[in-house]
């Protein structure tokens, strides 16, 4: 298995080397060369197999520069039980023909778990297989949740180290205390004056900066990303549709065979990416709805063909998903697009330039084979969290509410159908206590006590990783303009 860049360059790199460098040369994401397909008889195999074998299966065929024992090596290091109590995805079925993907059992309590934890794994054994001995620092924007994940994940790994930067006035308190107390000897966490654009745009000057690269190749260092782009985050993604589908056919939910449907609360179109990754890969997948928040550029897209990011951005409950450029959905424009690679080129730089771009009918109309999409609203996702609850004792996060909710809307109900959850309920419990105790809140109440007063009345304790988080100390208290960021990352590459 080679990949290339959706814009045409680096053909034929290996799957160490785009985990290693993240993005391609020509600023293209790296797609495989070659389609992966399982057989009916290897995906009945799955039916009955644990998470750790699923993950070990699927990942060899797209990472076959490393050996099986490398490949078990990164899964074992990486789905542990004491990181993933009670398995590293669970399926919960809600209704005859509902299901729920929870992939919020890690150290972070949000998906990105589910890659991070292997990401620095798969890059450790990429960096020893190609004999790179520079040392690698790892620059993260983040919203909230990537940038916990990717220190987690990071925390401590040799030859590596991780900068986040946060914007200061858009994360949760939780997230924030989650970042800013977080543990390790190669970690930094700054924080941003400005919203997320500006640590994104920030980052990605740094990356862009020639020379800045060629002065840390020549004192033997280099950067690299963790966030969505690497396709060492889209690969471990591709795993848990397998599994749910395995999982529902071992319980009897579903026939071998039966085609399922998935909804994804969709940002920057990677998980669901990973589920229509899934379904080429031979997964009996029927439709993919994509589910959006009030930033709903990506369903509009879906549903018409014109990509335009011209528009107010809205901040939402489901801060995760507020994003209006969904960087994965190049690689979805690539098979859309026929692989032509100039085709792509040009669609990107129509959305540099302009903001906006249309799809021609055909490339739609594949699209569209594959693809549903819906958005809901703040009071929608709030009405989802209280009728899910009180319909079925259950609780579930805003991110995961947005998806719910579309697939109220969007779906046609003709198959059974996986939504996928994409955080714990505790992580914006903030919203989802709203949206069920409104009234028996103190206004003022902090998120700490917010969390207590959810776990008493749900009678749902609160996970691990999230008590005690507001007695832990503090480590990072910076603060910065953003054109301070390519100082202070100087700053801590060089550790000054
Ligand atoms: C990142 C994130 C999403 C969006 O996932 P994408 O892969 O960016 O589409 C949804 N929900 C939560 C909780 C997230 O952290």
Redesign the pocket.
Known sequence: MTYRSTRGADAGTSFSEAVIKGLASDGGLFVPEEEVLFTPAEIKDMCGMDYKSIAALVMSRYADDFTEGEINECVDGAYTDAKFPGGPAAVTTLDKDLSVLELWHGPTC???DMALQILPRYMKKAVEKRGESKEITILTATS???GKAALEGFKDVPGVKIMVFYPSEGVSETQKLQMVTQAGNNVNVVAIEGNFDNCQTGVKKIFSDKAFEEKLLRDGKMLSSAN?INFGRLLPQIVYYFFSYAVLVSRGTVKFGDIIDFC?????????LACYYAKKAGLPVGKIICASNENNVVADFLNTGVYDKNRDFVTTT?P??D?LV?S?LERLLYDALGKDCSAVRGLMDRLSRFGVYRVPSEALKFIQKDFAAGCSVRAEVSEEIGRIYNKYNYLI?P?TAVGVSVYGKCSDKARHTVCVS??SPFKFNACVAESLFANEIPEGTGEDCISALLSEKTGIAIPAPLRGLFEKEIRFKDKVKPEMMPEKSEDFIYDR
């Open positions: 949000a998906f990105k909230g949740d990537t969505s994804v609360p969709t940002g920057n179109f990677g998980d669901i489901s995760a998903m994003i969904s994965n996060d991110h994409t955080a």
